[in-house]
């Protein structure tokens, strides 16, 4: 992270293919913080790891197609100048997010949301989604229609069952926070989500205003606390930042209210909802 150079706000950046070593074609999707002292690897990058019995944490990765894996994380401990494989792809599909999973022992899900206002929930552990190797494609997380394709995934803590507490725990995810391409938007309570079997098509996330059916699109679908904030960037670069105990709590049926007013010609690319500690930066 040193070794990108530092800028304002409104500076244009520096285009990443001249900083690591992929074509100018390539699409940086996720950047994930991760200390060098829990990449526990064989040191060769040829030679890959076992996947894990399940008590470390794994690189999540989900592609548009529908396509989901996870892969320890030590199968990424001796990484060369030109990077390594992590996915397989399918012809015309590419990778939508990269998370890092907390430990096995720690109750998480991953919710999946597709174009058209669909979501699917499952767990993260045990024959629900196992660890593969680098090379591997992946299983079906979500069944999609013709012309359909996922276009946010997050991972929710569950908490513990039964009501059982655990100090050093995260706390449950309590909202859900879904985003259009038109700027609408809505909080949903997590277990409006029940977990399901992995492969589905899903339940209704939300819908589209019939107006808005022609053009609009899910964009984002994350997990949230009513105490945290929310950033709104769009495809023109400009970007709005509000509370989410000032977003409407709706159900799965509603279409939302509107979180940002949109020049013509504009649209909301990403949502990134930030933790309690950078609400004062």
Known sequence: AWEVPEASRTALGTPMHQLLPIP????????????????????????????????????????????????????????????????????GDGVLRAARTPPASVRASVIL???????????????????????????????LAPEDELVDADILMDGEPDGAADPGADPPTAFVLAVTAGGYGKRMRT??????????KGLIALKFKSRQKGGERLVALRGCAEDQEVVLSTLKGTAVRQRLAEVSEQGRAATGVLLQRLDPGDAVANAAVLPVEAREV
Do not use: N, W, Y
């Open 113 to 143: 949301a597709s174009a058209r206002g669909l979501a699917i929930r499952f767990p993260l552990a045990g024959d629900h989604l196992r660890a593969t190797g680098r090379a591997s494609r992946g299983v079906k997380a979500m069944a």
């Open 24 to 91: 100018p074609e390539e699409r940086v999707q996720g950047l994930l913080a991760v200390p060098s002292e829990e990449l526990l690897g064989t040191g060769d990058a040829d030679e890959e790891p076992a996947p894990a019995a399940g008590d470390g944490s794994c690189l999540l990765l989900v592609t548009r197609h529908g396509f989901i894996k996870k892969t320890p994380l030590a199968a990424f401990a001796a990484i060369r100048a030109t990077g390594l494989i992590a996915i397989s792809l399918g012809d």
């Open 191 to 200: 277990d409006a989500f029940r977990r399901q079997r992995r492969g589905g």
